[in-house]
């Protein structure tokens, strides 16, 4: 899962800088295996750090990062795997 090739929606490409975008793209790599289609990152300035909190349901996963960031943001992506693509998207865009 997450093996294939990834797209990203316009709403992503407009509001998540790339470099968070890899870095959402990376975490999920870092997952075992036996993930869940639906990986959900939600994203949100933290005393001026960027927090992302990274949850699934499938099995139950939630870890929490800091990152410094000049302009934290405020987003909730989801990264979806339907076995011939994955999409990295903004919950309204869902």
């Given at each position: 899962m997450f093996d294939?090739?990834?797209y990203?929606?316009?709403g992503i490409s407009?509001?998540?800088?790339?470099?968070?975008?890899?870095?959402?793209w990376n975490l999920i790599d870092l997952l075992p295996?036996?993930?869940?289609?639906?990986?959900?990152?939600?994203?949100?300035?933290?005393?001026?750090?960027?927090?992302?909190?990274?949850?699934?349901?499938?099995p139950?996963?939630?870890?929490?990062?800091?990152?410094p960031s000049d302009n934290p943001i405020s987003a909730k992506v989801y990264v979806i795997d339907d076995d011939t693509h994955s999409t990295m998207l903004l919950a309204e865009e869902y």
């Amino acid at each position: 899962m997450f093996d294939n090739q990834r797209y990203l929606t316009r709403g992503i490409s407009t509001t998540i800088p790339p470099p968070l975008q890899v870095l959402i793209w990376n975490l999920i790599d870092l997952l075992p295996p036996d993930r869940d289609y639906l990986q959900i990152f939600d994203l949100a300035p933290f005393g001026g750090m960027q927090q992302i909190i990274h949850r699934s349901e499938q099995p139950e996963y939630k870890k929490i990062f800091l990152f410094p960031s000049d302009n934290p943001i405020s987003a909730k992506v989801y990264v979806i795997d339907d076995d011939t693509h994955s999409t990295m998207l903004l919950a309204e865009e869902y």
